[in-house]
């Protein structure tokens, strides 16, 4: 019966070596054969930051902006229930961090209160003054929502920026938020900082608005800009002087359509020149409205601006149904993929600004791990000739368990696809140790047990049972300890809470289950007199 359980066990371990060896291959072998990419696992153990390179960012969300932003919406919003509910106003805008708002008379301040009420909760008064029998009311958000639209700013760059990325190819990053108005990034093997940078800090506002051709476009450069009209600069590239020129549009300030109704957005290759495009397309209701505004606008310019620039503003001949448009410029193929990108992933809330800013070379990474692997390798040869030179052959067998803990470490970093990081490799040299740690307590357990003239089989027996609970309670407290940092901690402190947790517990599993089934398998089947400890 107990030789039957030894086979479970020893068929046990033998699995779980396979699966750690299986899981750690395409680690250590880069060129794999194709049968292999086909049904075995493929994920590599991922290098953090600090090992193979990258960038590490700190943005600030400009959440002030995001607040001005729905004020200036819910004051468009606040005038057109006015004028349907016809409360009288003679003006109503939006001044800084308030909505003002000027009463016709006396008369309209009870329809005005009612109004308010029932449709605005979350607007405030702050002000009322009265002058020449007009009232003049001034309103801002309540605290509650102010500090709700920070928070929504915030969770939505945080989306927005991780959806981006995504798309941009980065494996493992990491984007966390830090306080209430920043986010952490770090985006492990990225090389064009720059061209990461572009993307991530986009704010990616696409808007369609009207070319005004009736008003003088040259007076409006020279500071005479017609009421309702904005001079905004676009920029094309002039093939005579292989130079990008800027050119000025005087368009209309109302926004006829924005980039929250696409659906999607996509490069493709144009049929004249061969120069990349954007190609998008717009939801259900972006297309009816696209629809509507192309039909009512025939024969009349529509500027696409992204950002505050302009891209392009072609003459709409004819209704335009079926909700697709284009987005031509002087776009590189890079330029077109990396604008698909963000309006796939959506504009950002409010204005993202880089506080902090920094780039580990490839080869500083890699000096990282040369001293990483050497401090492994020292660390494990000391413990190694320490157990020889002290428990004998017992020593043999910790150290044999020792080094399938390594095994196992990494093979389950590269299943669970966790990040390897410097702080982590710490935390194998610490498990290393650890790894031993357990033993000692069993062979000096073993040795009290020899001393009393029990016979091997129940020296092993009593020093690993007494042992058993010391063990258990030291690995599960550190395990605790390494989870709670995990939950809690950042960057080089999660990595280090990484690799300690599945240390511990592959320590453990090794240190008590493999090494007891040795011992018992030379006890009981090669029926040995002593136990060498």
Not at 96 to 122: M, Q
Not at 143 to 159: M, T
Not at 173 to 180: L, Y
Not at 214 to 222: C, G, H, M, T
Request: aromatic share 6%.
């Amino acid at each position: 019966m107990f030789g039957r359980n030894l086979k479970i066990r020893g068929l046990l371990i033998l699995i779980v070596v396979l699966a750690a060896g299986i899981y750690l291959v395409p680690s250590i072998k880069p060129n794999l054969p194709d049968f292999w990419k086909k049904y075995m696992p493929g994920e590599k153990i991922h290098l953090g930051l600090d090992l193979q390179g990258g960038m590490h960012l700190i943005l600030e969300v400009d959440t002030d902006k995001a607040v001005e932003s729905a004020l200036e919406r819910t004051a468009n919003d606040l005038k057109e229930t006015l004028m349907d509910k016809r409360v009288r106003f003679t003006n109503l805008e939006r001044v800084k961090n308030a909505i003002i708002v000027e009463l016709a008379g006396n008369e309209a301040r009870k329809s005005f209160d009612e109004t308010l009420g029932d449709n605005y909760p979350i607007l405030k008064h702050v002000t009322t003054e009265t002058t020449e029998g007009k009232e003049q009311i001034r309103l801002t958000f309540t605290d509650k929502q102010v500090e709700s639209i920070k928070k929504f700013a915030l969770d939505q760059s945080l989306e927005t920026i991780r959806n981006r990325v995504d798309q941009f190819g980065v494996s493992e990053p990491e984007i966390v938020p830090q306080g209430r108005e920043r986010i952490l990034i770090q985006l492990p093997g990225v090389k064009d900082t720059q061209r990461a940078i572009n993307l991530i800090g986009k704010t990616a506002l696409l808007e369609f608005k009207l070319v005004d051709e009736e008003n003088s476009l040259e007076s409006a450069i020279q500071g005479a800009v017609p009421a309702g009209d904005l001079l905004i600069y676009g920029v094309t590239f002039d093939r005579n002087t292989n130079r990008k020129v800027k050119i000025p549009y005087l368009l209309k300030e109302k926004t006829l359509l924005t980039g929250q109704s696409l659906e999607d957005a996509k490069v493709q290759i144009g049929d004249r020149f061969g120069e990349p495009y954007v190609s998008i397309k717009f939801d259900a209701q972006g297309a009816r409205d696209f629809d509507r505004i192309t039909n009512e606008n025939v024969k009349r310019r529509l500027a696409i601006v992204l950002d505050g620039v302009v891209h392009s503003a072609p003459v709409i001949q004819e209704r335009i149904s079926g909700g697709r448009a284009q987005i031509t410029g002087s776009f590189t193929m890079d330029e077109a993929h990396d604008l698909a990108i963000v309006l796939r992933a959506g504009a950002l809330p409010a204005p993202v600004r880089i506080l902090e800013q920094r780039s580990v070379g490839p080869s500083l990474g890699q000096d990282s791990i040369d001293k990483g692997l050497l401090s492994i390798i020292i660390g494990s040869i000391l413990v190694v000739i320490f157990m020889v030179l002290y428990y004998k052959l017992g020593g043999l067998v910790a150290n044999t368990a020792l080094l399938l803990n390594i095994i196992l470490i990494l093979g389950a970093l590269a299943a669970f696809r966790a990040t390897l990081t410097l702080p982590g490799i710490a935390g194998i040299v610490l498990t290393i140790g650890m790894a031993v740690d357990a033993n000692v307590l069993v062979f000096e357990r073993i040795r009290e047990e020899l001393r009393l003239g029990k016979a091997p089989s129940a020296a092993v027996t009593a020093g690993y049972s007494r042992a058993f609970l010391t063990i258990v309670d030291a690995n599960v407290t550190t395990l605790i300890a390494a989870v709670v940092l995990f939950q809690f901690g950042t960057g080089p402190v999660k990595g280090f809470a990484v690799t300690l947790s599945i240390g511990i517990l592959c320590s453990m599993f090794t240190a008590i289950f493999v090494t007891r089934t040795i011992f018992d398998y030379f006890i009981w089947r090669r029926k040995i007199a002593t136990v060498s400890v």
